[in-house]
């Protein structure tokens, strides 16, 4: 039981460190291409990624009973419409030097899925988490007030987009990474078409004739996917409390690489605010190991 908890341990820090520190080293260094391409490429290899796990775990029965199902379906193409905006204005923030807001995004993520659980499952609220929940509203409310011109708002989309998308697929009970590949399938058509219309005006990088920069940008599937792996598996050994603790280590690896490594501009304003989120934060960590 401890060794499996030692894994769960293990494989959850890796997911979250992927997450806040080789990805955002990986897309930042192809970000030169255009974020609206890295996008695409995103979305295309993250679809060729799943469909070859799929096959390699022999998943496709589980796959063949979802999409028999109407109601997943359906959910399934609102968490896909979800997930695609959260991608895309990462990426956005990663290519246009937002790190740290988009790491603003990640630490008030977990509080507003707590208000969401709230909200539409009727889960319990104590103080500590209704306070948690206050503190998150004050500081978007100082940022709005004061610094409305340098709002975070990537970080605000990134974590409503998140936080909505995991309220989306907890209405349906499928495997993680099969309902990734549905709603990846939903996205794909649109991907192609854009590029196929960057690719006809001539402005894409991704080309046979620089084999290595395409090699390059197929690691966006694996990117994307190999994290998700280990994250997902993490829950499983451990549960929903401790993997939501160690999920901080994502926005936090972000928040220090974007200030220290890509010494992006951090305001009076935003300190203040950022201040009350890691209060807040604690808080809710406190709480969330105190009732597991």
């Known amino acids: 039981m401890k060794t499996d908890f030692n894994k769960g341990l293990l494989l959850t820090s890796l997911g979250s460190f992927w997450w806040g520190f080789i990805g955002v080293i990986y897309f930042e260094y192809v970000s030169f291409i255009g974020h609206i391409e890295l996008v695409v490429h995103r979305c295309l290899w993250t679809t060729v990624m799943l469909i070859f796990t799929t096959t390699f775990f022999f998943k496709w029965k589980i796959f063949i009973n979802i999409v028999s199902n109407k109601k997943s379906l359906f959910y399934l193409f609102i968490s896909g419409f979800l997930i695609f905006i959260n991608w895309a204005v990462w990426i956005y923030a990663v290519a246009t030097d937002r790190i740290i807001d988009a790491s603003f995004g990640y630490f008030i993520m977990p ?3 707590v208000l969401l659980g709230y909200i539409f499952f009727k889960e319990n609220l104590n ?3 209704i ?6 509203l004050v500081s978007i409310i100082i940022l709005i007030f004061f610094n409305l011109k340098d709002l975070p708002w990537v970080g605000i ?3 409503l987009s998140w936080a909505f998308y995991n309220l989306v697929r907890k209405k349906i009970n499928v495997d993680t990474d099969i309902g990734l590949l549905i709603e990846s399938l939903y ?8 590029f196929y219309l960057i690719t006809k005006s001539g402005f894409n990088d991704f080309s046979l ?5 395409s090699l390059f940008l197929i690691l966006a599937g694996p990117m994307t996917v190999i994290p998700l792996f280990f994250y997902v598996r993490g829950v499983e050994l451990i549960g929903l409390g401790p993997t939501g603790m160690i999920f901080y280590i994502t926005p936090t690896l972000q928040f220090i690489l ?3 490594y890509y010494n992006e501009e951090f305001s009076l304003v935003k ?12 808080i809710y960590l406190k709480d969330l190991y105190e009732t597991n």
């Open 157 to 159: 989309i990134v974590a």
């Open 127 to 129: 103080n500590k988490r």
């Open 187 to 194: 996205i794909l058509p649109f991907a192609i078409v854009v």
């Open 131 to 136: 306070f948690s929940i206050f503190l998150v």
């Open 111 to 113: 509080i507003i899925s």
């Open 258 to 260: 974007g200030y220290f």
């Open 209 to 213: 004739s620089n084999p290595k920069l």
């Open 271 to 282: 300190f203040s605010s950022f201040i009350i989120i890691w209060i807040a934060v604690i």
